[in-house]
């Protein structure tokens, strides 16, 4: 698994900026912590990274840097539905990037185009999933969390090897120094707002934790003099099993270490049943806690969502719902939180 946190024993008690009814939940979540108190360690960092304000598109396809893969592991377990790997590549702060950007990766080979003529392929882009100080806090590499895309015949119900993505099974079945052509770094959806004291609330399906992983380290993991984290940070993980769970020994351990700040919970669609008793997806654990939810982004909190397209219907009618059973106009408050730019979509 990948987890680079090392565990001990300290004390919790940071306060967040929220309702009395988000803070009564911290209050009572840090006595049942209290047993199991433990903290991670930070980890020192080359803050020389701290002064790259946003690049953008520093390597582009007629431009490409080329990195090197250190590892590829699969981080899903044996039960879950497909594979996601967890790649580490060597970049030597050539190529900086801040939380919640992306990398484009160009995969080896051509393909005949609709015109008919052989180009080479396109740029596809994968979530960062390291902080820009990467998995050994040194700023040399940057990872990506990938899935591989698999191709399903509707009629035989079998794989079709010839149909299968062509850069995440190029990622994924990569091997130790192998060249990797990438582009970017690209993205400004999915920043950290500046104040350290927000409230941030995640939602992811899937691959969509990556970028979420990048904040978590940067809040939790790094000694950053610049960026001390006082907020809350709220994970919504929706995956179909337990075997589907990405980053979780992480994660457990965050939650563990500060009760108060770190609040994880996982929709598991195929082990768990919502309150109607269908199956348990991403807006009716979000739903769960709706109460809390609006009350922290009626006060500012700031909301996440990616993964694939597909979660973002549900969640949108979830919240319209929502709103309706409080009175409150969805269209008006909804344009609300985008005009303050509380609301961050990046879905693929
Ligand atoms: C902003 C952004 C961030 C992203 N972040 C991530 C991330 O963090 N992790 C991640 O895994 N992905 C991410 N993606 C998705 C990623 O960019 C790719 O789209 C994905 O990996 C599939 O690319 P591929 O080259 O493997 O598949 P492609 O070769 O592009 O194929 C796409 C799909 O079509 C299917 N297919 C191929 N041929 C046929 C055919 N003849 N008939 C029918 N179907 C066919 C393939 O099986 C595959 O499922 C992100 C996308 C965006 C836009």
Redo the contacts with the bound molecule.
């Keep these: 698994m990948v987890a680079v946190a090392s565990v001990q024993r300290s004390s919790v008690g940071q306060v967040f900026a929220a309702k009395p009814a988000a803070r009564r939940v911290a209050a009572s979540r840090r006595v049942l912590a209290q047993a199991a108190s433990t903290s991670v360690k930070r980890a020192d960092v080359p803050l020389e990274l701290e002064e790259i304000g946003l690049p953008m598109n520093t390597f582009g396809p007629k431009n490409p840097f080329t990195g090197k893969v250190v590892s590829v592991e699969t981080i899903t377990g044996a039960k879950a539905t497909g594979e ?1 790997c967890h790649i580490i590549i060597q970049t030597d702060k050539k190529i900086p990037f801040v939380e919640g950007q ?1 990398y484009g990766v160009i ?1 080896p080979g051509t393909k005949i185009n609709s015109k008919g003529k052989e180009v080479p ?1 396109g740029t ?4 960062i ?1 390291s902080t820009r100080y990467g998995d050994n806090f040194d700023g040399m590499t940057a990872s ?8 399903v015949d509707p009629e035989t119900g079998k794989e079709d090897p ?10 994924c079945d990569a091997k130790v120094g192998q060249e990797i052509t990438m582009t970017g770094p690209t ?1 400004k959806v999915l920043l950290l707002p500046e104040d350290p004291n927000a409230v941030i609330i995640c939602v992811a399906t ?3 934790i ?2 979420f992983r990048t904040f978590w380290r940067r809040m939790f993991m790094e000694n950053v003099p610049n960026y001390k984290f006082t907020g809350l940070f709220w994970m919504f993980m929706g995956v179909a099993n337990s075997d589907n769970k990405l980053y979780d020994d992480e994660m457990q351990a965050l939650a563990a270490a500060y009760p108060d700040q770190f609040r994880l919970d996982y929709a598991l669609s195929r082990e768990q049943k919502n309150v109607r008793g269908g199956k348990m997806y991403i807006q009716d654990k979000v739903e769960e806690y709706s109460d809390e939810v609006f009350d922290l982004l009626n006060n500012g909190a700031h909301i996440y969502f990616c993964g694939l397209k597909g979660m973002m219907p549900g969640i949108l009618e979830m919240l319209e719902r929502v709103a309706k059973s409080k009175g409150i106009n969805y269209e008006e408050w909804f344009e609300g939180l985008k005009h303050k730019n509380q609301v961050h979509v ?1 879905v ?1």
């Design positions: 996601v992306s995969p392929h596809r882009l994968y979530s999933a990506l969390c990938v899935r591989r895309a698999v191709y010839a149909k299968k993505g062509i850069c995440s099974n190029f990622l993205g899937g691959t969509g990556a970028p990046e693929y």
